[in-house]
């Protein structure tokens, strides 16, 4: 079982966030660890050369990864989505 591991920024986002919006959010983060092979809608190598997927949620596009060395699904960003 893999746990999720938030970037100090994605924290700092989600906690200015409603109550409910925060739930709906870790619901996603949750569901990401709990299936750590699920593809991306998009995905890009960031300069360390790490897969890194985006999925959408609502309105936003939420960036990870899994560390499967430590069992962990980090997650690296969290950006308004422009459609």
Same mark, same amino acid.
């Given at each position: ?22 739930? &709906?959010? #870790? ?9 750590? !092979?699920?593809?991306? =809608?998009?995905?890009? @190598?960031?300069?360390?050369? &790490?897969? #890194? ?9 939420? !960036?990870?990864?899994? =560390?499967?060395?430590? @069992? ?12």
């Amino acid at each position: 079982m893999y746990r999720y591991v938030l970037d100090e920024s994605v924290a700092e986002s989600i906690l200015t966030l409603s109550a409910r919006q925060r739930k &709906r959010f #870790i619901q996603f983060f949750r569901t990401l660890a709990d299936n750590p !092979s699920l593809p991306g =809608d998009q995905g890009f @190598k960031d300069s360390l050369g &790490r897969d #890194i997927r985006k999925k959408k949620l609502d309105r936003w596009l939420i !960036s990870y990864w899994p =560390d499967h060395a430590v @069992k962990e699904m980090r997650i690296v960003g969290v950006q308004k989505s422009k459609t």
